[in-house]
């Protein structure tokens, strides 16, 4: 399957983003990194998606790009805090749109991300609290469009194991993993922050964060997961 032009460029773009953290180049970082949300942006408005969506959509993207310029430098407390309340209103963003998709919180999808989060924000109160809030008010907002975006009803003719979709080849039945990758990104910039000390360790942190975190995006933003569904007799539907 062929990837459409932005969506290449898109990954051209992590791809240097994410060789500019590991090897310390912030330049590539300044770069590259801020063409990342516009290009998928870019290629959502010449999709597909019902108008309502792709403009929450786009402009969820908007506030990411605000968040990816802020965490260029994520040894910044005050720009980290700053990107996580960016990324809250880009999270806010995809919550909406999952919800009007059908999607709805499930107890056994929520609860291991609630013990994740708890967790979390053991440790920020105890080992950074100066970011501890911020921080963990952000993660409440992850975590409820993480649990939307795992609902097996936005993809409801998907293999489900557990309750979680199993990536396939409907679009949709790819945005859980999306969900998971974000999750799994923005628990290492925890990780990174607590306990990463060395250059070099913080460096290949950060270098997988935002190899995480681009897949996630990528996932989560694909057209054709956001496309109308069509009903037995050819009607369409929001889900």
């Known amino acids: 399957m062929s990837v459409r032009p932005l969506r290449a460029g898109y990954l051209a773009a992590a791809a240097v983003t994410v060789f500019g953290a590991v090897t310390g180049r912030d330049r590539l970082q300044w770069a590259a990194k801020p063409l990342l949300m516009p290009l998928l942006a870019a290629d959502l408005a010449l999709a597909d998606p019902p108008p309502a969506d792709k403009a929450v959509l786009i402009g969820a993207l908007g506030a990411a790009t605000v968040g990816d310029v802020l965490l260029i430098d994520p040894d910044d407390d005050r720009r980290l805090v700053a990107g996580a309340s960016a990324f809250a209103v880009m999270q806010a963003g995809y919550a909406r749109v999952w919800w009007r998709r059908g999607a709805r919180p499930r107890a056994a999808i929520a609860a291991p991300r609630v013990l994740a989060w708890l967790g979390a924000a053991g440790l920020l109160a105890t080992r950074a609290p100066s970011v501890a809030a911020p921080l963990t008010a952000y993660g409440a907002t992850l975590g409820t469009a993480a649990v939307l975006a795992s609902d097996p009803a936005l993809a409801p003719e998907a293999r489900a194991v557990a309750g979680l979709n199993i990536p396939g080849a409907d679009p949709r039945s790819r945005l859980g993993l999306g969900a998971l990758l974000f999750t799994v990104s923005d ?23 935002l190899a995480t975190y681009a897949a996630a995006q990528y996932l989560l933003t694909e057209p054709a997961a956001h496309r109308p569904a069509v009903a037995p007799g050819g009607r369409v539907t929001q889900n």
Do not use: M, Y
């Open 187 to 209: 628990g290492l910039i925890v990780a990174r922050r607590l306990f990463a000390r060395s250059s070099r360790s913080r460096r290949v942190t950060e270098g997988v964060i």
